[in-house]
Structure formats: structure tokens, C-alpha cells
């Protein structure tokens, strides 16, 4: 029986991704004037971008634990064996509500085969490393190889990105006040990256050009055989950037394919519209 493959919504792969390749969603939440949507379900990100340039600010929530409850007893009692993937555990609480419910739905199934890992990987940098177990569940490789893969890529992915404005994540805690403070006040464009799971400003660039051309500086000193690799971009209401973004990394590494998703409704929220974000391993499998 083919591997069971699980994967939040942050992850920020598109709906379609999951009704082809046979991935069960896990919905984060996503908060906006009152209402509640699941992300990627029933709201999309246009919709987000929109009201955070309303001067609306979307607020965001784990996965339900009922989401989990119901995902993981559907599977118990067909006897699939699974691995759910889950975004960062250093940046939501969906980790860890997955582990709990687990452990509640083995006192009623103790043979229910389910590995959670956590990848302390975000947004498509997640979604990479689901892609990749997706395609071995498809080509029916055992749950001792997928689990191998998936640990190997969320160890090795690393994670570039800009945001146009730090404010938006400094409100949910994901960096400091004074490192939004600072990049508002100066009009400089930070580059951050996710180190343990965590999200950390690395440099401070003036203007876009130079911005792009440090982006690909990086991605020449961190990664490695970039032609055989597939490359992640996301972007927050930025097709334009994300294009020009695929030219310059084609142009320079030529790698076996560039994968562009939009960021997602709850990594939206938490990011603003414009952020730019690129994915990649710093060693091979």
C-alpha cells in the first residue's frame, strides 16, 4: 500500500497540488474582521494581501486539533501507513497539536503507523520537501526511504527572502521591533533566512537591484549542484518579481526546473504583500 502523505497548509503549495498527488491538506487558520476561513479552503491570498492593504491585519492560528483528529483516524482505520510533514515548530503550534492528537488516536489504534516530522522548513522551503515525499509515495518507495528524504531536505533547505515591510512580522513575533524599526526607518530591504526553524534577518540592502544581485551572491555561496536541483520561489502578490527572480537564477545556475507558488494565506498574513522568497538545498540527496 502506497505511503500516506500529510502536509499543512503552510507549506503554501496550491489546492491543486494536493488533489493530484494524493497529499491530505491540514488547514492552518486564518482570522480577518471577525471571520475564520481555512487556509487554502476557503479563503485565498489575494484575499489577504487585499485587506493587509486596507490596513486590515489578518491574524492567524494553528491547525485544529479536530483536523488532525479526524486526518489521522480516517487512516487508523484503513491501516495506512503515513508521514505527516509539518511547518516549523518554532513558528506555529500545529506541530505540536499534531504530536498530541497522535498520541491520543494510538490509545484507540496502537498499531496506527505515523511519523511526524518536523522540518523547521516555511513556506514553499515546507513545500519543497512535501514535493519530493510526494513523488516517492507515488513511485511507491517504503516509508523508511521517504522518512530519510524528508529529514535529509528539511536539514539542507535553506531559505532566502525580502519583505517589504518588517512590520508585519515584528506584530506576530517572528523578529524583533527594533530590526522593523530599523529597515522601516531607513528604507533598506532586509534578507532573512530560517536558521533551526527560526526567522533571522542576515543583511540589509539598499535598492532592488542590488537586493536581487546579493540574493543570487548567496545562493552561489550556500548552495550546491544547483542544475540538478528544482528551485522554490513564493511570492506575496509579486508575480512580476518572482518572474524576473526565475530569469536571474536560470541564467545563473541552470537548474533542472524553477517552481514558483504564492505564499500562502497564513504565512501571508504574518509576511505582508511583496515578499519574495527563494528555496533550495545547500547539499544534495
Known sequence: MQVKILADSACDLPKSFYEENNVTLIPLKVHINGEEYEDVKTIDPKTVYDAIRNGIIPKTSQASPLAFEEAFNEMAEKEEDGIYIAFSSELSGTYSTAVMILDQVKEKYPNFNLTIVDTKCASLGHGLVVMAAARLAAENGSKEEILKDVRFRSQHMEHLFTVEDLDYLAKGGRVSKASAFLGGLLNIKPILNVEDGKLVPIEKIRGKKKLLRRIIELMNERGKDMQNQVIGISHADNEELA??????????????????????????SHTGAGTISIFFLNQLP
Do not use: C, Q, R
Open 243 to 268: 518572474l524576473e527572480m526565475k530569469a536571474m537564477i536560470e541564467d545563473g545556475f541552470h537548474p533542472h526546473e524553477v517552481y514558483i507558488s504564492s505564499i500562502g494565506s497564513a504565512v501571508g
